[in-house]
């Protein structure tokens, strides 16, 4: 049995470098740890933290394929967000022009979430924090 310790990133590739950095770090609030520009690719790479975490790592690529969402296809599904107050994150997110589907709860665990999409369609969940 393999000894994980924690999820280390997430990578994102996006179609509009400037947009999906300014989503992830202005309306999201991730920090930037890194960005580099990769010439020989025409490509930079964003890390971005979350509380001192790394957890997600934006690339830019030259035309990137769109990606299939719906109906749902294999391979990465949504980014989820853990929060202390789901009504309040919406609330902020809608302030911002950001569309946002209606908060549902979950029917095994009894905690509200919602889902947005990122610029490039990605699905983001905010899930109620779970008291343990």
Wanted: net charge negative.
């Amino acid at each position: 049995m393999l000894q994980l310790n924690k999820v280390h990133h997430t990578a994102v590739i996006c179609s509009d470098y400037q947009k999906s950095k300014s989503f992830y770090t202005q309306i999201i609030g991730l920090e930037v740890l890194q960005e580099i520009y990769r010439a020989e690719r025409d490509s930079y790479k964003l890390d971005l933290t979350l509380n001192g975490n790394y957890i997600v790592e934006l690339f830019s690529f030259p035309n990137p394929p769109k990606r299939l969402s719906r109906p749902e296809s294999c391979g990465l599904r949504h980014l989820g967000f853990e929060v202390d107050n789901v009504e309040q994150t919406r609330s902020s997110l809608v302030q911002n022009n950001i569309p946002s589907e209606n908060i549902r709860k979950d029917e095994y665990t009894g905690k509200q979430f919602f889902f947005i999409t990122d610029p490039d369609d990605l699905p983001i969940e905010f899930y109620e924090k779970q008291n343990l």
